[in-house]
């Protein structure tokens, strides 16, 4: 039998207390060994990650990371959950997205764990008429729904009401939301509309439905156009106000105005930032409550969707990992429901086998993982707590310049918003150009020989307002180029990558050099001679030393034999016979464009 000691047992007994200081001192140590000469906070900042916003992510938290007190769920600022029970009582609202009239897909998810549905209709969705022949069979008083309508949004809600109706639905017994987003469907398509049609609907759910939510606040059309989380939020608090300005001018109280509303945000594969921003939102609209004199009504009503921008054409099978992860950051953030886009979001209509994945995603987060037996499993992270706040106090920055400017109707009007998510776009971009924020099977590690996927064709989307951008476009293109000369010629574009060396010291930059040129769609010969190879252009690979020795020496030989273009993997250096150079950083969209156009591939 083991005696413990009167104090317990207490692992840290035996070793003496460690400060920041001395942690400070052990990291300088170890950058000093790859070259960097720097000591106490310095040595800290050198770890420290940028991200947008102004924001940047430090490698340690501290309990000296002092964040304002979250409170408890259920209580304002309710960052820790708008309710107090959390979604410990089932898990979160599974609720999976349906844009075609489909009946047979949308009992098969009811039937095998979705909890609720997400319905597109109207334009480049399932027609208004055929609402109630998509929902037949569906039990109306268990299942929720959400609609989806844009300018015929006042249309389909009066159809789904009258179906409540039809069907003998308990007024009280009916939940979902109506979804009217006249900013939203403008933000989307460039047109106003009328706010008017929209007032009737919140007036009779605040009287007739108390499960139903009139309006919608979607952030999606602002995370798409390339917005940061910061932007995202900041645009759908604006847009939240305009709304309860609306409300209560047409005379419903404060309270009923924010009862009226759900807002809709992205997840992202981005886990802690998707974790802090859905926190942080849950925060500023309890601000914006309490401003209003009602701080109890301030309980943001969340759905999360599975970003569209992070989803890829190519190997679209990675989607699966990125939904899991961007899912999982929702549940854990308190999102009151949560869509996982099927894997093959991004190519058309999802087949039966990718909803089956999408849906049974939650169920094993929920079911198997536990992720909601915990409310805010994630609350008294210091690093969570810390980048809640800050996050919260960009986006309120944001939303405070777009009231300035007249509100959220006014910068969409006047294309400041969309001048403001274009330049965040535009640096962004740079980062996924040189890889510097990698996309797993498109810009590393792409899969040349992939048998594509193949889908029907989607509805095609409102368009005509903001831009729709996906991280994997710039890449997509260039992969296109690729299949189309594989299309005419037989093969793809080639280029024979030239070892020098043994394999200690080529593999790490072979590695490197095929990486980067299959991202382009060019296919990369390590085997024979450079003549047989049937490449146009070289790629030198070796260790610096080795460079030193012998690479315009190879150079100019592969040049004597035919090749047009050498390149060197590494970083810039002095050799006559070399052309350009390709190194960690470099923009491998501008390489491989103008690589491809050197080849004669259009």
């Given at each position: 039998?083991?005696?413990?000691?009167?104090?317990?047992l207490?692992?840290?007994?035996?070793?003496?207390?460690?400060?920041?200081?001395q942690?400070?001192?052990?990291v300088a140590?170890?950058?000093?060994k790859?070259?960097?000469?720097v000591?106490?906070?310095?040595?800290e900042d050198?770890?420290?990650?940028?991200?947008e916003?102004g924001?940047r992510t430090?490698?340690?938290?501290?309990?000296h990371?002092?964040?304002?007190?979250?409170?408890l769920?259920?209580?304002?600022?309710?960052?820790?959950?708008?309710r107090a029970e959390?979604?410990?009582?089932?898990?979160?609202?599974?609720?999976?997205r349906?844009?075609?009239?489909?009946?047979?897909?949308?009992?098969?998810?009811?039937?095998?764990?979705v909890?609720?549905?997400?319905?597109?209709a109207?334009?480049?969705?399932?027609?208004?008429?055929?609402?109630g022949?998509?929902?037949d069979?569906?039990?109306?008083?268990?299942a929720p729904?959400?609609?989806?309508a844009g300018?015929q949004a006042?249309?389909a809600a009066?159809?789904?009401l009258?179906?409540?109706?039809?069907?003998?639905?308990?007024r009280?017994?009916?939940?979902?939301?109506?979804?009217a987003?006249?900013?939203?469907?403008?933000?989307?398509?460039?047109?106003?509309?009328?706010?008017?049609?929209?007032?009737?609907?919140?007036?009779r759910c605040?009287?007739?439905?108390p499960?139903?939510?009139?309006l919608?606040v979607?952030?999606?059309?602002?995370h798409?156009?390339?917005?940061?989380?910061?932007?995202?939020?900041?645009?759908?608090?604006?847009?939240?106000?305009?709304?309860?300005?609306?409300?209560t001018?047409?005379?419903?109280?404060?309270e009923?105005a924010?009862a009226?509303?759900?807002?809709?945000?992205a997840?992202?594969?981005?886990?802690?930032?998707?974790i802090?921003?859905?926190?942080?939102?849950r925060?500023l609209?309890?601000?914006?409550?309490?401003v209003?004199?009602?701080?109890?009504?301030?309980?943001?009503?969340?759905h999360a969707?599975?970003s569209?921008?992070?989803?890829?054409?190519?190997d679209?099978?990675v989607?699966?990992?990125?939904a899991?992860?961007?899912t999982?950051?929702a549940g854990?953030?308190?999102?009151?429901?949560?869509?996982?886009?099927p894997?093959?979001?991004?190519?058309?209509?999802?087949?039966?086998?990718?909803?089956r994945?999408?849906?049974?995603?939650?169920?094993?987060?929920?079911?198997?993982?536990?992720?909601?037996r915990?409310?805010d499993?994630?609350?008294?992270?210091?690093?969570?707590?810390?980048?809640?706040?800050?996050?919260?106090?960009?986006?309120w920055?944001?939303?405070r310049?777009?009231e300035?400017?007249?509100?959220?109707?006014?910068?969409?009007r006047s294309?400041?918003?969309?001048?403001d998510?274009?330049?965040?776009?535009?640096?962004?971009?740079?980062?996924?150009?040189?890889?510097?924020?990698?996309?797993?099977?498109?810009?590393?590690?792409?899969?040349?020989?992939?048998?594509?996927?193949?889908?029907?064709?989607?509805?095609?989307?409102?368009?005509?307002?903001l831009?729709?951008?996906r991280r994997?476009?710039?890449?997509e293109?260039?992969?296109?180029?690729?299949?189309?000369?594989?299309?005419?010629?037989?093969?793809?574009?080639?280029?024979f990558?030239?070892?020098i060396?043994?394999?200690a010291?080529?593999t790490?930059?072979?590695?490197?050099?095929?990486?980067?040129?299959?991202?382009?769609?060019?296919e990369?010969?390590?085997e024979?001679?450079?003549?047989?190879?049937?490449?146009?252009e070289?790629?030198?690979?070796?260790?610096?030393?080795?460079?030193?020795?012998?690479?315009?020496?190879?150079?100019?030989?592969?040049?004597?034999?035919?090749?047009?273009?050498?390149?060197?993997?590494?970083?810039?250096?002095?050799?006559?016979?070399?052309d350009?150079?390709?190194f960690a950083?470099?923009?491998?969209?501008?390489?491989?464009?103008a690589?491809?156009?050197?080849?004669?591939?259009s």
């Amino acid at each position: 039998m083991t005696v413990l000691p009167d104090d317990g047992l207490s692992l840290a007994a035996e070793f003496p207390a460690a400060n920041l200081e001395q942690w400070h001192g052990l990291v300088a140590g170890v950058l000093r060994k790859s070259g960097k000469e720097v000591s106490g906070t310095a040595a800290e900042d050198a770890l420290s990650t940028a991200l947008e916003d102004g924001l940047r992510t430090r490698p340690l938290y501290t309990a000296h990371d002092a964040a304002p007190d979250p409170g408890l769920p259920g209580f304002a600022p309710f960052v820790r959950g708008a309710r107090a029970e959390g979604n410990t009582t089932g898990g979160w609202d599974v609720r999976q997205r349906h844009a075609v009239a489909d009946n047979a897909a949308v009992l098969a998810d009811l039937e095998n764990g979705v909890t609720s549905l997400w319905l597109v209709a109207g334009e480049g969705g399932i027609p208004v008429a055929s609402l109630g022949k998509v929902l037949d069979g569906v039990y109306l008083d268990l299942a929720p729904i959400a609609l989806d309508a844009g300018s015929q949004a006042a249309a389909a809600a009066q159809e789904l009401l009258r179906i409540y109706d039809e069907r003998g639905i308990d007024r009280k017994a009916a939940r979902g939301s109506l979804g009217a987003d006249p900013l939203g469907h403008q933000a989307r398509t460039g047109e106003a509309s009328d706010f008017a049609p929209v007032v009737p609907l919140a007036r009779r759910c605040a009287e007739d439905y108390p499960g139903l939510r009139a309006l919608t606040v979607d952030a999606l059309p602002y995370h798409e156009a390339g917005g940061s989380a910061a932007q995202e939020l900041g645009a759908s608090i604006a847009t939240g106000v305009a709304y309860l300005r609306e409300l209560t001018e047409a005379g419903l109280s404060v309270e009923q105005a924010c009862a009226q509303l759900e807002f809709r945000y992205a997840a992202t594969a981005d886990q802690f930032l998707t974790i802090a921003k859905l926190r942080a939102a849950r925060r500023l609209w309890a601000r914006v409550a309490e401003v209003c004199g009602a701080p109890g009504a301030g309980a943001q009503a969340q759905h999360a969707v599975v970003s569209p921008v992070m989803m890829t054409r190519r190997d679209p099978w990675v989607n699966m990992l990125r939904a899991t992860i961007a899912t999982l950051a929702a549940g854990v953030g308190g999102a009151d429901a949560v869509t996982v886009l099927p894997f093959d979001h991004a190519l058309g209509l999802p087949d039966a086998f990718a909803r089956r994945i999408a849906r049974n995603t939650s169920t094993i987060l929920v079911e198997e993982s536990h992720l909601s037996r915990v409310i805010d499993p994630a609350g008294g992270s210091w690093y969570v707590e810390r980048l809640t706040d800050e996050l919260a106090e960009a986006a309120w920055r944001f939303f405070r310049t777009i009231e300035r400017d007249g509100g959220q109707a006014a910068v969409l009007r006047s294309g400041r918003l969309r001048t403001d998510l274009a330049t965040t776009w535009a640096q962004r971009s740079k980062k996924l150009a040189t890889r510097r924020e990698p996309v797993t099977g498109v810009s590393e590690f792409p899969f040349l020989s992939e048998k594509p996927v193949v889908r029907d064709p989607a509805p095609e989307q409102p368009a005509g307002g903001l831009p729709r951008v996906r991280r994997d476009e710039a890449y997509e293109d260039l992969r296109a180029r690729s299949d189309a000369h594989l299309a005419a010629t037989g093969s793809r574009p080639r280029v024979f990558l030239a070892a020098i060396g043994p394999a200690a010291a080529h593999t790490a930059r072979t590695t490197f050099a095929a990486n980067l040129f299959q991202a382009g769609g060019i296919e990369p010969v390590t085997e024979g001679t450079f003549e047989a190879s049937g490449a146009t252009e070289v790629c030198l690979c070796s260790s610096d030393a080795l460079y030193e020795e012998r690479a315009d020496d190879v150079a100019g030989t592969l040049k004597a034999a035919g090749a047009r273009h050498v390149f060197l993997a590494g970083r810039p250096g002095q050799y006559s016979s070399v052309d350009s150079y390709v190194f960690a950083g470099c923009d491998a969209v501008a390489v491989l464009t103008a690589t491809l156009d050197r080849m004669g591939v259009s």
